[in-house]
């Protein structure tokens, strides 16, 4: 385990590697670019010191797939599926969960879920859109105090 210093938790919010379409496989796993730019973000994250202590995401399958990607990468061994993950799911339950989290924790989600959660993190109204996430993007939030976290660094496939 990755203790975090009460005053630098992180949280780092990931929107899920791009997935086939729904006509070319209903559970929508990853597509190969899905794979390949999930691998190219985990290995900035590992070069970058990113060290969650566990990994939750959502049951779709392209979360589960992206999730065990940064696992094996980080090298993180709690990695498991977490309710109210889901894409239309409520942010606000989950932010509220939040306020006592004892570790840097990443967690694997999707559109809307992602953007909706990084406005409820920054105590914007959560139909705001402050944080657009492409597939496979990773953002950083530090907590500013023990329920306001603030947006450090957003990173994409594209820019590294």
Known sequence: MRPADKKNRR??????????????????????????????????????????????????????????????????????EKN???PNDDPVKLAAFLTDMPNNIMIV?????????ACVLSGKNKNLK?????????ACFGR???DRWKLEWLIAPAII
């Open 11 to 80: 949280l780092y919010l990931v929107r899920h590697g791009a997935a086939v379409s729904e006509t070319e496989n209903p559970l929508r796993p990853l597509s190969e670019k899905g794979k390949s730019d999930t691998v190219r973000i985990a290995e900035h994250l590992r070069e970058i010191n990113v060290l969650p202590s566990e990994i939750w995401h959502s049951s779709k399958l392209r979360a589960t797939q992206t999730a065990d990607i940064l696992k094996d990468a980080l090298n993180v061994k709690k990695c498991f």
């Open 84 to 86: 109210g993950l889901l």
């Open 109 to 117: 989600s999707h559109i809307p879920f992602v953007e909706r959660f």
């Open 130 to 138: 402050p944080v657009s996430f492409d597939v496979s993007s990773v």
């Open 144 to 146: 500013e105090r023990r």
